[in-house]
């Protein structure tokens, strides 16, 4: 099993450079980057800049705000900077924040994404070959590439993997068809998220395709309450039982709540967002609900934990370091004990 270290999102962009030199000294297998208060691919930049063999992934930048162009200079650019490191992780977002935060125009979300990935494809094989540029899909159309701005030809460079993230049933269908892998968001990672939704979308994608998921990764995203002791560990389960009541706020991630049973607790964490209460979230989210949909653990007790839940249906996972670096020491065992599993 292969590990993947998160980032708190709002680590100042002076502080990544050493954060991801920790991260590859602690072993890790890569790092994943997101999309909040940062350009995802500024932060896998420098993630890159200052490490040598770890995977540097962004976890998810967000497709539909950017033109597929764009996006494809960034990753072409990260993954020669990288020599091959840097990997691609595509989302969709939901279509409050990409037309109410962004102003960008929305689409049927699923068919989108494929059409924007062939785009990338058609761009990638631009870059390497020189030939003439020619997408023509139903929400991308793209037939001028003149040399100039071509980055290429290389055709000794490969172009970066694609990965995709979601939630639904047909995106983990369309990473199925399409997709070098998927990563599960942190809302619906649990196992029974895996073997009622996840798992057999994705093999009924693959199917379609007429492909094999061999050497396909599903790189799961579960939250993980973690620490050195009983006393912080306390403390870090209030801090993300907040986190999680935020998430389970928003309507598209009840996935799991439904499968559970608790469609009711999605629709009450809404109401006290609309109504402006955010302090009052993490009250609603009780232990069963934390310890259901999270691994709760000290470090010495982790990698069993995540063995037990995980083991046999994902080919990663993420997992955070020790928010205090003096940790570093008992917390690496950890990621060696999970390369074994």
């Known amino acids: 099993m292969k590990v ?25 297998d890569g790092i994943h980057v997101a999309e909040t208060v940062h350009d995802a691919f500024s932060v896998a930049l420098l993630a890159a800049e200052h490490t040598q063999r770890m995977i540097v ?6 497709a539909f705000v950017r033109s597929p162009t764009l996006t494809a200079y960034a990753a072409w650019d990260l993954g020669r900077f990288s020599g091959g490191r840097f990997q691609l ?31 990338l494809d058609a761009l990638y094989r631009s870059f390497r070959t020189g030939e003439p540029l020619r997408h023509a899909g139903r929400y991308y159309r793209l037939n001028r590439l003149q040399p100039y701005f071509n980055p290429g030809p290389d055709e000794m460079l490969e172009a970066p993997p694609t990965y995709l993230g979601g939630v639904n049933r047909r995106i983990c269908a369309l990473a199925g068809e399409i997709a070098a892998g998927f990563v599960t968001h942190p809302t619906n990672s649990s196992r029974r998220y895996l073997e009622t939704i ?28 973690t620490a050195a002791s009983d006393r912080d ?6 801090r993300q039982r907040g986190v999680l009541a935020f998430l389970y706020s928003t309507p598209e991630y009840r996935r799991t709540l439904e499968l559970y049973g608790w469609t009711e607790l999605g629709e009450r964490l ?15 989210v009780d232990d069963e609900v934390l310890e259901t949909l999270t691994t709760v653990a000290r470090f010495d007790q982790l990698a069993d934990a995540l063995a037990r839940r995980f083991g046999g249906l994902v080919h990663g996972v993420v997992l955070s370091p020790p928010a205090d670096p003096a940790h570093d020491a008992a917390f ?9 599993v």
Do not use: K
């Open 233 to 238: 560990l306390d403390v870090e389960r209030e």
């Open 198 to 225: 996840c798992l057999p979308a994705l093999r009924d994608g693959a199917r379609r395709a007429g492909r094999a998921l061999d050497e396909f990764e599903l790189v799961n995203g579960a939250p993980v309450i």
């Open 89 to 119: 992780g595509l989302g969709t977002q939901i279509r409050q924040n990409i037309e109410d935060r962004f102003g960008m125009p929305w689409g049927e979300p699923v068919e989108r994404m494929r059409d924007y990935v062939a785009a």
């Open 270 to 284: 809404q109401a006290l967002t609309r109504e402006g209460r955010w302090d009052a979230l993490a009250a609603l």
């Open 332 to 340: 690496a065992p950890v990621l060696h004990a999970l390369r074994g």
């Open 4 to 28: 993947y270290a998160g980032m708190n999102p709002r680590l100042p962009l002076g502080d990544v450079g050493a954060y991801a030199r920790r991260i590859e000294t602690l072993g890790y």
């Open 57 to 62: 992934r962004t976890s998810v930048a967000l």
